[in-house]
């Protein structure tokens, strides 16, 4: 064997052996709190049966109404997440973190999973109307208000 394959397949190993690592290197994906942004100021998840509910002004209530129908199931009643998607009422989606933006996008286009490990999230099916959409975002800042969410 020539000295030029010999050091060819010494580089085959190594890049093999890298690979290797690479692949089974635990939690590739980072902690749950890393992601794309920051998550290093994020806290844990409020518990579901802890979440406040607050006194509701009625354009909140009324983005209640929609959020129930379009995203509890995944994100929860009182949106405090569930087993299909992260609670809303979270430090990760406070305004200063998700602007609402964030939430219109969401629902007209989805989510590219990045912050968590439920998968992405699809558009919402027929789209949400920009009032639905206003509506739900200040119901959603209303719950995080009461839950110290800012
Ligand atoms: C089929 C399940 C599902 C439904 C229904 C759903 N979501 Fe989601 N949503 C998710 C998942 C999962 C994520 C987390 C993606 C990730 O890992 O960052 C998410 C993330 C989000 C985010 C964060 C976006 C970002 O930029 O990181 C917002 C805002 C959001 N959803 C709003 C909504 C709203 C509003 C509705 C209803 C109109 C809704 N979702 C319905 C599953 C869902």
Same mark, same amino acid.
């Given at each position: 064997m020539s000295k030029q394959l010999l050091a060819l397949g010494l580089v085959a190993i190594i890049g093999g052996l890298a690979g290797m690592w690479w692949l089974s290197a635990p939690d590739k994906m980072g902690p749950?709190?890393? +992601?794309?942004?920051? +998550?290093?100021?994020t806290a844990p998840p409020i518990p579901a049966d802890q979440v406040v509910v607050p006194e509701l002004t009625p354009v909140a209530l009324s983005g209640k109404k929609v959020f129930e129908k379009s995203? &509890? &199931?995944?994100? +929860?009643?009182? &949106?405090? +997440?569930?087993d299909k998607g992260p609670p809303l009422v979270h430090s990760l989606y406070r305004p200063g973190h998700h602007g609402d933006d964030a939430f219109y996008s969401a629902a007209a286009k989805g989510v590219i999973a990045h912050?968590?490990?439920?998968g992405n999230m699809p558009p919402v099916p027929g789209g949400i109307s920009d009032t639905q959409m206003r509506w739900l975002v200040k119901y959603i800042r209303e719950m995080q208000v009461a839950n110290g969410v800012r």
């Open positions: 749950v709190t890393s +992601g794309m942004h920051s +998550g290093a100021d995203c &509890a &199931a995944c994100h +929860g009643i009182n &949106a405090a +997440g569930t912050h968590w490990r439920f």
